[in-house]
């Protein structure tokens, strides 16, 4: 004990010097990187060659590349964990976030690695370094047939999630977004949006309990974490408030069949005015009709694709569009029915054309270059502007994901849960630029594409504040700098676009549960104290 407590001044003493020399590296060699590494092998007394990985092992790089999907964030100048973690039973979690307390190095938390920004796996702070908490191996999925419940761990894949459920049932499904290989623990902690959240709301909105580990080590329930904490983390954007190890969800009814549709258009094929008809009924069809558009650059015009989801037949679902929408020119013959297992496949486009078992095969989506932003609208774009932004798309090469709101969305109160992008949304925008070629060339002439057009669009889009989606990670809208130094109000400016008035009461929740600020990322929710500065 005696020894120990030497050990970590000696450690202090080193951290301080080294700091005001200037010579801090965030490489694996430095004193707080052999602290951590000695108090969680002490911990993880059994077998732990696999569980602790550093840079000397053969595997690091094998196994922090494994769920990297943004190619930006996978270069020789990304900044690197000092160690990865990757734990098989939650006590490897709660040593983990033990031990990096005590050394002071930062954390990262990483389930699928599809964060836009990469922020689960890398930093931009180059004076704090940090390890990786990597919970690939807790994955599995238990299903309650009696209560229509399951419990998911966050390593989880969608595509696995799926599959488990329809192994025990072809009548339950669960709410949640189309690329199966995003992970469970970022796409709940982030709201979750999909095929099924017209009818069903977002995943987090069918969330009913979770077990998460605080920042003291402690592993809470609902129960024990209390509602402040578990509305949080139900869409707050993970990692500012724990590691979430499991989710306690409710299963929701699918018929056992479904109608899909992709049905792409030409301009010449009068696309823009029936995106024009869909912005005024997209979000007012029946629950039960899913219908995004896809706007893709392709050589010389635009192509817009309508895909659609409907939860019955198709003779009903010609039906409702013959209704409701006859402009969007649908055949029967573009109709495919299927289980709704299949038209999880179906919509996972990457994975169009195989097995169901896919989806428990955790195949990786395709890795590229990407920059991604995100917009919502509240009022129908005019005609003219759609054609413009056609026009701009196709210059810059950007794609367009337009995805409807309305039905339950609209339901579900705006401060229920963390996201707030509830009444009045006609649909989100995603902005989607993606590119082969490595190097910083490409990159700043593609991120300055995307901005280009995002800028254009700001008469079209929400105002004061212009919001945003937390799931569809955009560092350019603020981040809280080196060592998470930001205040809350500087915080604010980002944070109500993704959260709006919920902003506040995440602070407040953060300030409650850490407040010492140890979970803090690029976009991690600073504290906020009720008698402090604000
Ligand atoms: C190809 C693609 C398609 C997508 N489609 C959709 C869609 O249809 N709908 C939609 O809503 N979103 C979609 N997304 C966005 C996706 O929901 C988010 O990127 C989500 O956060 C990814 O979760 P993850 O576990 O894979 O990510 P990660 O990169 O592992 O994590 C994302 C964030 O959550 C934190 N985090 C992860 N796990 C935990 C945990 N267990 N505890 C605490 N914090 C944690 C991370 O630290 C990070 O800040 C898509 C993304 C991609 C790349
Ligand atoms: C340790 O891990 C290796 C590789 O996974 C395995 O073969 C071995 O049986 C494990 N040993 C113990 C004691 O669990
Ligand atoms: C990694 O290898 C170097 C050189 O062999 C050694 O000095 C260092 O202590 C090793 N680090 C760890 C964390 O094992
Ligand atoms: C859809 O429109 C009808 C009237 O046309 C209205 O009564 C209903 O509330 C709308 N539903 C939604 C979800 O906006
Ligand atoms: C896209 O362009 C290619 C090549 O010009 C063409 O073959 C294809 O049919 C086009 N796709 C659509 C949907 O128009
Ligand atoms: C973490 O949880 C434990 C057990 O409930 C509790 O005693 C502790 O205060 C919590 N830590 C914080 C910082 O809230």
Not at 101 to 128: A, N, W
Not at 321 to 346: A, H, K, Q
Not at 500 to 512: H, Q, S
Request: charged share 20%.
């Amino acid at each position: 004990m005696v020894l120990k407590l030497f050990t970590y001044k000696l450690v202090s003493i080193l951290i301080i010097t080294s700091l005001s020399l200037g010579f801090f590296s965030s490489t694996y060699s430095n004193p707080t990187s052999v602290y951590f590494l000695d108090c969680i092998s002490h911990r993880i007394s059994s077998n732990f060659s696999n569980i602790i990985i550093t840079p000397n092992d053969t595997s690091y790089s094998t196994v922090l590349q494994s769920t990297i999907q943004n190619l930006r964030f996978d270069t020789p100048e990304t900044l690197k964990p000092s160690a990865i973690i990757t734990p098989l039973s939650y006590s490897h979690v709660q040593s983990t976030v033990i031990c990096s307390v005590k050394s002071r190095l930062q954390i990262r938390i990483r389930s699928g690695g599809h964060d836009y920004e990469g922020l689960s796996f890398t930093s931009f702070d180059h004076t704090t370094p940090f390890i990786l908490v990597d919970l690939n191996q807790l994955r599995s999925v238990t299903v309650d047939l009696d209560d229509k419940t399951a419990w998911v761990e966050s390593g989880a894949t969608l595509g696995e999630l799926a599959y488990w459920v329809s192994q025990k049932s072809n009548l339950l499904g669960f709410p949640n977004g189309e690329c199966t290989s995003v992970g469970v623990g970022g796409h709940l902690s982030g709201g979750g949006y999909g095929v099924l959240a017209r009818k069903y709301g977002l995943s987090a909105d069918n969330v009913i309990d979770a077990l998460i580990v605080n920042v003291t080590g402690q592993i809470l329930d609902r129960d024990s974490m209390g509602e402040d904490l578990f509305w949080a983390i139900r869409g707050g954007g993970g990692a500012s408030f724990g590691v979430i190890l499991s989710w306690k969800i409710n299963l929701v009814s699918v018929p056992p069949k479904v109608t899909v549709f992709s049905l792409p258009k030409t301009l010449d094929q009068a696309a823009t005015q029936v995106v024009n008809k869909w912005q005024y009924i997209g979000h007012n069809l029946s629950d039960d009709f899913f219908t995004n558009v896809i706007i893709t650059p392709n050589t010389s015009t635009m192509v817009v694709t309508f895909n659609g989801l409907f939860l019955g037949t198709s003779v009903e679902l010609m039906t409702e569009v013959n209704d409701r929408f006859p402009e969007l020119g649908l055949r029967e013959t573009d109709c495919i029915e299927m289980s709704w297992i299949e038209s999880v496949v179906y919509y996972s486009v990457y994975l169009r054309g195989q097995s169901v078992e896919a989806l428990k095969e955790r195949i990786p989506w395709p890795k590229r270059y990407y920059k991604y932003k995100s917009d919502y609208v509240q009022k129908p774009i005019p005609e003219e502007a759609l054609e413009e932004i056609w026009k701009w798309c196709l210059e810059e090469g950007l794609n367009l994901a337009i995805e409807p709101h309305g039905g339950r969305m609209s339901e579900i109160d705006e401060s229920a849960t963390p996201y707030p992008h509830r009444e009045g949304n006609l649909y989100v925008i995603q902005y989607v630029m993606r590119w082969n070629e490595e190097g910083f060339d490409v990159t700043e002439k593609k991120v300055a594409s995307i901005r280009r057009v995002y800028e254009k669009m700001t008469p079209f889009v929400s105002k004061n504040p212009r919001e945003a989606y937390v799931n569809f990670r955009d560092l350019d809208l603020g981040t809280n700098g080196n060592a998470c130094s930001t205040s809350y109000l500087q915080a604010a400016r980002w944070g109500i676009k993704y959260f709006k008035g919920n902003f506040r009461r995440l602070a407040m929740v953060k300030g409650k549960v850490d407040p010492t600020n140890f979970f803090c990322y690029e976009q991690s929710i600073p504290p906020l104290f009720l008698s402090g500065s604000f």
